[in-house]
């Protein structure tokens, strides 16, 4: 008996540093998607980032306990956008918390608010928006405020819809792999397009024109950067307000066995005239305090007309 105690103790000891071959793979998987996808990933260490996350998830007994192992591994190659979803939405709002845009005419300019939107709430963000700009363009605005102020992104397909009119037709930015290969985006025959794929191609939105301010904060991230780079570089469009976020690069979503998901950054983002952006905060053209922002922005407009 005593024996036999002894060996149990023993085949314990041997394996409890261990961790069990399901959590191993899982972890192994992430790493293998970190590796292949990541575009930081051909600066990166990998044998070491790997020994060292074997040594962080050494106790794991099941896919979860090896989270702590992954997010160590991504802090390690340096990108604050990539990260890991325990839950598959991506931290966009879910479609039971649809926002839409808004918006109101203050005197002689249309203001037009764009909050975040998931992918799953596109049809419903751009309906509604559609419906606005008809409604602000009947106004005959002399100018546009578009705010972007608390914008930390999701679907940007949709917001570049709703201001498409603003934008008018041509390139206006693109993602760039870190093999130096580029994606454009920007508006053909009035529709947002991304590379080869046309988004919302049934959508007629109303012709618009005019200066155009742009609002935004610390708060505005990733897509919501995104429709800020889409104005960068023309001329009858400045931005207000203090730096963004720094998260102008794009994301691919890949799922674990477990339903938890990588967001993983394969892109950075560039304006129409080829500056790269990434995890450094834009600056706006005019830096002013959240609450003088759409004062100054106002105040622009005036001068335009």
Do not use: C
């Not at 992954?70 to 039971?96: Q, V």
């Not at 990588?262 to 892109?267: D, N």
């Amino acid at each position: 008996m005593i024996r036999r105690a002894l060996l149990v103790l023993l085949l314990t000891a041997t394996t409890a540093g261990e961790p069990v071959p399901e959590a191993r793979a899982y972890l192994d998987t992430a790493l293998d998607l970190l590796q292949q996808h990541s575009f930081e990933s051909l600066e990166a260490d990998w044998p070491r980032l790997r020994a060292q996350a074997h040594r962080d998830a050494a106790h794991a007994r099941r896919p979860a306990d090896t989270y702590p192992a992954i997010e160590r591994a991504i802090t390690t190659l340096g990108n604050p956008h990539t990260n890991l979803l325990a839950s598959p939405d991506g931290g966009a709002p879910s479609s039971g918390e649809r926002n839409v845009p808004g918006g109101r005419m203050i005197g002689s300019v249309a203001y037009l608010t764009l909050p975040p939107t998931a992918s799953e709430d596109g049809d419903v963000y751009v309906d509604s928006g559609r419906r606005l700009m008809h409604d602000l363009v009947a106004a005959h605005p002399g100018g546009w405020v578009v705010d972007l102020r608390g914008n930390f992104g999701g679907d940007m397909a949709p917001m570049l819809t709703v201001v498409a009119p603003l934008l008018g037709e041509g390139k206006k930015g693109a993602f760039v792999g870190r093999d130096g290969t580029r994606t454009d985006w920007g508006v053909r025959d009035g529709h947002v397009f991304n590379g080869e794929l046309v988004r919302f191609p049934q959508v007629e939105m109303p012709a618009a024109n005019g200066a155009v301010a742009l609002l935004v904060d610390g708060r505005t991230a990733s897509s919501g950067e995104a429709v800020l780079i889409s104005f960068i570089g023309a001329q009858n469009a400045r931005s207000f307000g203090g730096p963004t976020a720094g998260y102008a690069s794009s994301n691919e979503l890949f799922e674990l066995p477990d339903g938890a998901q990588l967001a993983i950054t394969t892109a950075l983002m560039a304006d129409r005239t080829g500056r790269t952006y990434g995890n450094a905060p834009i600056t706006p053209h005019t830096l002013v305090g959240d609450g003088d922002a759409l004062t100054a922005a106002i105040e622009w407009l005036s001068e335009q007309t």
